[in-house]
């Protein structure tokens, strides 16, 4: 009798295992992944930088302080902790160019 239930055991294992997509592929399917790849296939690989990091360069390039920690609040709500040091410029210039509410 236990030799039924660990053969159907090892069938739905050997199944689901087979369901599984390879492990490649899952990395790939990952936002950053794609992202590094694309970078990648150009030849140009940029490191992404922390949140905390670039609002600490800014802070010594811009001395506008409320300024640049009410960007670091928006980068924060917008859940952006990692991205490119261009990213984050692309997004600081337009968030200095948006209109005061």
């Known amino acids: 009798m236990s030799d039924d239930s660990s053969t159907a055991a090892?069938?739905?294992?050997?199944?689901?295992?087979?369901n599984l997509p390879a492990?490649?592929?899952?990395?790939a399917a990952a936002p950053e992944a794609v992202a590094v790849a694309e970078?990648?296939?150009?030849?140009?690989v940029e490191p992404l930088?922390?949140?905390?990091?670039?609002?600490?360069?800014?802070?010594?390039?811009?001395r506008r302080y409320e300024l640049?920690?009410?960007f670091a609040k928006a980068q924060q709500r917008a859940a952006r902790w990692f991205a490119t040091a261009a990213e984050y410029q692309a997004c600081f210039a337009a968030?200095?160019?948006?209109?005061?509410?």
Do not use: E, I, W, Y
Not at 10 to 18: E, I, P
Not at 39 to 44: H, I, L, N
């Open 49 to 62: 930088v922390s949140l905390a990091d670039f609002m600490n360069v800014l802070h010594q390039q811009d």
């Open 23 to 27: 492990p490649a592929a899952r990395l």
């Open 68 to 70: 640049v920690a009410a």
């Open 95 to 101: 968030f200095v160019s948006q209109a005061v509410r």
């Open 10 to 18: 090892m069938v739905a294992k050997a199944t689901v295992k087979a």
């Open 39 to 44: 970078a990648a296939s150009v030849g140009v």
